[in-house]
């Protein structure tokens, strides 16, 4: 039987070519993380793009309502001045 200091050496360049065999299995796993990372960026760009549209438009809509609301407002107004002032004369 071998002694044991014998042993150590071949047990180490195993254990080496192991770990070695595992970090390359990583690294391969890494290789398609760019071009993953880059599909993801589109996606998030267009549900950015999407997402600014989408308040555009609510904004749009937002002020169009405030615009007429405010138009008929002003024409209750004219109106109630009017009949204020006929009235005042009866």
């Known amino acids: 039987m071998a002694e044991p200091k014998d042993m150590v050496v071949p047990m180490l360049m195993e254990m080496r070519a192991a770990i070695d065999k595992r970090f390359d299995s990583v690294?391969?796993?890494?290789?398609?993380?760019?071009s993953r990372m880059k599909a993801i960026e589109k996606r998030l760009d267009t549900i950015d793009g999407r997402q600014k549209s989408f308040n555009n438009a609510l904004t749009a809509d937002t002020m169009m309502?405030?615009?007429?609301?405010?138009?008929?407002?002003?024409?209750?107004?004219?109106?109630?001045?009017?009949?204020?002032?006929?009235?005042?004369?009866?």
């Open 27 to 34: 690294d391969q796993g890494f290789d398609g993380v760019d």
């Open 65 to 90: 309502s405030k615009f007429v609301t405010g138009d008929f407002e002003g024409r209750i107004d004219a109106l109630e001045k009017k009949v204020d002032e006929l009235m005042k004369r009866n």
